[in-house]
Nanobody, 125 residues
């Protein structure tokens, strides 16, 4: 059974940085797609970033482009989200997600197969 466990969230001042980690288990990785979404209070879950397990190509939401970096460590089955120049509007619960087959609309929630429990990121002004 696939499990995704996020860590690294916390409280940070505006302009600061955090690195989120997502450890995946229960699956043999080959061509999966890994992603990060977030949900701010009162809003729907929104796409943040995606990375292909094989090849490492990435894609970002416009709202985080240039500030966030997604990466993976194949040996550790871990995906990271390095967040810099954080803003109060980045405050949200951040979720790690995995798709076991190729998906076209990575920004949509429904195509993804597995989700972590989420980690809270709070950015103070």
């Amino acid at each position: 059974q696939v499990q995704l466990v996020e860590s690294g969230g916390g409280l940070v001042q505006a302009g600061g940085s955090l690195r989120l980690s997502c450890v995946a288990s229960g699956h043999t990785f080959s061509s999966e797609t890994m992603g990060w979404f977030r949900r701010a209070p009162g809003l729907e879950r929104e796409f943040v970033a995606v990375i292909r397990w094989s090849g490492g190509s990435t894609y970002y939401a416009d709202s985080v482009k240039g500030r966030f970096t997604i990466s993976r460590d194949n040996a550790k089955n871990t995906v990271y989200l390095q967040m810099s120049s954080l803003k109060p509007k980045d405050t949200a619960v951040y979720y790690c997600t995995m798709a076991t087959s190729p998906i076209l609309r990575v920004e949509a929630v429904s195509p993804w197969d597995y989700w972590g429990q989420g980690t809270q990121v709070t950015v103070s002004s």
